[in-house]
């Protein structure tokens, strides 16, 4: 009888310590404060140093970048490792075009203040169709159902592929301050990465409530290039899933870098 109570007793205890070792694990989780990163320049790729980088997508080997300007603005592929344009399509004069993204086999491109998205065939960029939203377009990426779209605020908005319609949008913060000036954007294993206009920094958003976990801090990427004569900000995010590396480039950087992200 004794026994058995004893049993019982280191049985309630094994059991108490077991719950609290597993409160402590999800503490500890859910505590966890933002990530930091510095990098690792790996390879350095040729870029087009006329291209007023707005949007960038890595794809199979191919770098697919969409640019801006009034008069300049493009869609164009190229191969990552000579920076040779293989495709290349043309705005209209009056379109600033801003961020882009594969989704399926079609690419998506925004504009700046013209309302308008241009649809196009992923392997020879021949457009589908237009379509309209409100507001600014500035940088663009997906999660596998949704378009994601920035406009300069911190708010990110999710449109639906089809319709186009904002299905939710999300205000982006760190520290509980809202993280203005999202740019170009790229979507990495659940996470939105979305440059900081005008700063060396990409801030890691998670995308449910726009909590900043983690930042980049590419501070000194700008001594890798080949030429700083008339660079304007860095912009430009890529994933290559195959090496889990990040590709980034600026506004008429004559550079893609593919880096590493170091844990600070
Ligand atoms: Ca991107």
């Known amino acids: 009888m004794e026994n058995a109570v004893r049993k019982k007793a280191l049985l309630f205890t094994a059991l108490v310590f077991f719950l609290l070792l597993l409160q402590l694990a999800y503490q500890t989780m859910n505590d966890r404060g933002p990530s930091y990163y510095s990098f690792n320049v790996l390879a350095i790729h040729p870029h087009d140093d006329t291209s007023f ?74 457009e589908i169709r237009s379509f309209s939203y409100s507001g600014e377009g500035w940088g663009l990426t997906h999660d596998g159902s949704h378009l994601i779209l920035s406009n300069g605020s911190s708010t990110l908005s999710f449109l639906d592929p089809e319709t186009f319609q904002v299905v939710r949008t999300v205000d982006v913060t760190y520290d509980d301050a809202p993280v203005p000036d999202l740019n170009e954007l790229e979507y990495v294993d659940g996470l939105v990465y979305a440059n900081v206009w005008q700063l060396d920094q990409i801030v890691l958003i998670e995308p449910d409530d726009g909590v900043a ?52």
């Open 213 to 264: 976990v983690g930042w980049i801090d590419l501070d000194g990427i700008e001594g890798h290039l080949d030429s700083n004569e008339g660079i304007d900000v860095l912009n430009g995010i890529a994933y290559n899933p195959e090496t889990g590396r990040l590709l980034v480039t600026g506004k008429l950087w004559p550079n893609v870098f593919e880096i590493e992200l170091v844990p600070e």
């Open 53 to 126: 980088t707005q949007g960038l997508v890595y794809h199979d080997g191919l770098l697919y970048e969409g640019t801006g300007l009034y008069g300049r603005s493009s869609l164009r592929i190229a191969e990552l490792s000579t920076g040779d344009i293989i495709e290349q399509v043309n705005l209209p004069g009056d379109y600033f075009g801003e961020g882009m993204t594969i989704m399926g086999d079609r690419v998506y491109q925004v504009t700046w203040k013209e309302n308008t998205g241009f649809v196009y065939s992923m392997d020879d960029l021949t």
